[in-house]
């Protein structure tokens, strides 16, 4: 069984940084793709960045791009995610989720974690 568990998020003013982590056991953390989404409040799941097995290549979508940055240590089993520049928009549940489909951007992940709250402040 695979476990995901997220922390780092909490409340922050627009502008500021948060990182968020996520630690996955139960399986060898390299053989997964990682990846990020969140949920604001009466809205879907979106995708947010998403890593390969070894971290040579990433995406992210356009709202945070420039913004975020996803990355992974192997050895930590542990994928991160830099939010900087945060926006009130930024707002919502973060989830980590891991797969072995490769690099996608939809929620056809196999396994995710409980969710970390970010909220920022105007």
């Known amino acids: 069984q695979v476990r995901l568990v997220e922390s780092g998020g909490g409340l922050v003013q627009a502008g500021g940084s948060l990182r968020l982590s996520c630690v996955v056991s139960g399986r060898t953390f390299s053989n997964y793709a990682m990846g990020w989404f969140r949920q604001a409040p009466g809205k879907e799941r979106e995708f947010v960045a998403a890593?390969?097995?070894?971290?040579?290549?990433?995406t992210s979508a356009d709202s945070v791009k420039g913004r975020f940055t996803i990355s992974r240590d192997n050895a930590k089993s542990t994928v991160y995610l830099q939010m900087n520049s945060l926006k009130p928009e930024d707002t919502a549940v973060y989830y980590c989720?891991?797969?072995?489909?490769?690099?996608?951007?939809?929620?056809?992940?196999?396994?995710w974690g409980q969710g970390t709250q970010v909220t920022v402040s105007s």
């Open positions: 890593i390969n097995w070894s971290g040579g290549r990433t």
């Open positions: 989720a891991a797969g072995d489909r490769g690099v996608i951007t939809s929620t056809r992940y196999d396994y």
